[in-house]
């Protein structure tokens, strides 16, 4: 792993201050490195482009795509409002990147805002990341339980920009058909019905979502949560491509975090922790 900002800090400041400008340059630069996200000499140039304001990033064509879906309907909902948390805890966001990302779903809401172009020139960009930007959408648009015409047809819009067929958005709509989190009680992970009973076919898909976690069932809160963070960690794309995973590992690595979070969704309603 090269850190670019680094290298270049600790040239410049050795440059100008010899061995304590290059330490100085070599710490700021990491810094600046750690905050822009940065770990090989190609991210510069992107990263360059996001701060002049030339290209959207993955994570703000995300936010914007989210807060459009949300708004779609005409109301937002505490159900999308928690799924758009839920979704920068997943994306390992601290508390300015938070703020910015409200900003941007924010922005999304607005129909004077033009997404379709932002989404086209994030997916020639980086195509690995497909899957991972529709299926977020599609748990955004599913969040109150209700897919309506006009989130239908942003999907419908984006999936084809995408080059998605039907037979792919479906498999999305149905991953996400029965997972939402009003209080209606609805299970997730591929159950329609409540989990509070816990009937044998439940009790399955029970055992199924304590051993993705890795966790077991009449474990702790505490220890579920330490299993369920843990496992976001491991499967998180950037960790991917840190270890030097191929290109499609991002796209997998996002629909395998769904169904941790789906997993850890239906544990913490089956013993009632929040």
Request: glycine letters at 12%; a positive charge.
């Amino acid at each position: 792993m090269l850190w670019p900002v680094t290298v270049i800090g600790a040239a410049l400041g050795g440059s100008i201050g010899g061995v304590p400008g290059g330490i100085f340059g070599a710490v700021l630069g990491h810094a600046l490195d750690r905050h822009w996200q940065l770990q090989r000499w190609s991210d510069l140039p992107r990263r360059c482009r996001e701060l002049l304001g030339r290209e959207a990033s993955f994570e703000q064509v995300l936010f914007l795509c989210l807060g459009r879906l949300a708004k779609a309907d005409g109301r937002v909902l505490p159900a999308h409002l928690q799924l758009a948390r839920d979704l920068m805890q997943q994306y390992r966001f601290d508390e300015p990147a938070r703020l910015q990302a409200m900003q941007w779903f924010n922005q999304g809401k607005l129909p004077s805002k033009r997404l379709t172009p932002l989404v086209r020139r994030l997916l020639k960009r980086e195509p690995a990341r497909i899957a991972e930007l529709l299926d977020c959408c599609w748990r955004m648009a599913l969040a109150d339980g209700v897919l309506g015409p006009q989130e239908r047809a942003l999907l419908d819009e984006w999936g084809g920009q995408a080059g998605m067929g039907r037979a792919e958005q479906q498999r999305m709509h149905q991953r996400h058909r029965g997972y939402s989190r009003s209080d209606s009680g609805s299970a997730g992970y591929g159950s329609q019905s409540g989990v509070g009973s816990a009937p044998v076919a439940n009790r399955d898909r029970l055992k199924e979502a304590a051993s993705l976690l890795e966790v077991g069932l009449d474990a702790p809160p505490e220890q579920i949560k330490r299993a369920y963070r843990r496992q976001l960690s491991r499967h998180h794309p950037d960790k991917l491509i840190a270890r030097g995973g191929s290109e499609r590992d991002p796209g997998l690595a996002g629909e395998r975090i769904h169904l941790i979070q789906e997993a850890y969704e239906l544990i913490k309603r089956y013993r009632g922790f929040r």
